[in-house]
């Protein structure tokens, strides 16, 4: 393989016709296979899957154990904890052949998904999301939800930085960390 501007483990197979983008680390026993894109910054655990076509944004953090299949689509910034699970085909059979079937998920910028966190195909996760470790997500998550359980449902809003948002009574909040505030309107949350 010519030069490259990334790491992969020795153990690790990258298979020709994918890009990994600079500054990337690739850990133990992972495969990236052909036709998928991995962006700049990304750090990839041991024994992951990046199956043809997924598209990874810069600086996303995949965990170990994670397989992600064709139709899955992260965006910048998304964190995706050990051992997560996506699905891409709404009702698989051994017997039937259902590869024009995949859905698209996308995973927006910012979302973090817990470890052990189930995402049902076709389900969007917004901005900044932060899924429970061990929830189930069978429909759509908003931008700055929290959201656990299964099958998942909203418990609360989060920052940027992750931390939960408590409203006050002109349903302003903000983020204990950063000091940045948002907005709760009409079930939505927006940084102000």
């Known amino acids: 393989m010519p030069d490259k501007d990334y790491f992969s483990h020795e153990t690790a197979i990258i298979d020709e ?27 990839i655990g041991q024994n992951v899957v990046i199956s043809s076509d997924v598209v990874i944004g810069n600086n996303v953090k995949i965990q170990n154990n994670v397989s992600l299949y064709t ?34 998920t996308r995973v927006c ?15 969007d996760i917004g901005e900044y999301a932060f899924i429970g470790a061990g929830a189930v997500v069978t429909k759509e998550v908003l931008p700055y ?13 989060v920052s ?8 006050d009574k002109d349903q302003s909040a903000a983020c204990p960390e950063c000091k940045e505030r948002y907005l709760l309107e009409n079930g939505h949350v927006k940084k102000l």
């Open 145 to 157: 939800a929290l959201v656990v359980g299964n099958p998942a449902r909203q418990i609360g809003w």
């Open 71 to 104: 139709g899955v689509i992260c965006e910048d910034d998304v964190f995706l904890g050990p051992s997560m699970v996506f699905t891409n085909v709404i009702n698989p059979r051994s017997a039937v052949i259902r590869r024009d079937q995949y859905m698209t």
């Open 17 to 43: 016709g994918c890009m990994v983008g600079k500054g990337t680390k690739i850990w133990h026993f992972s495969h990236i296979m052909p036709g998928c894109r991995i962006g700049d910054r990304c750090n």
């Open 109 to 123: 910028k910012g979302a973090s998904i817990g470890a052990n966190a189930t995402i049902v195909c076709g389900h």
């Open 160 to 167: 940027n930085c992750g931390h939960r948002l408590v409203f």
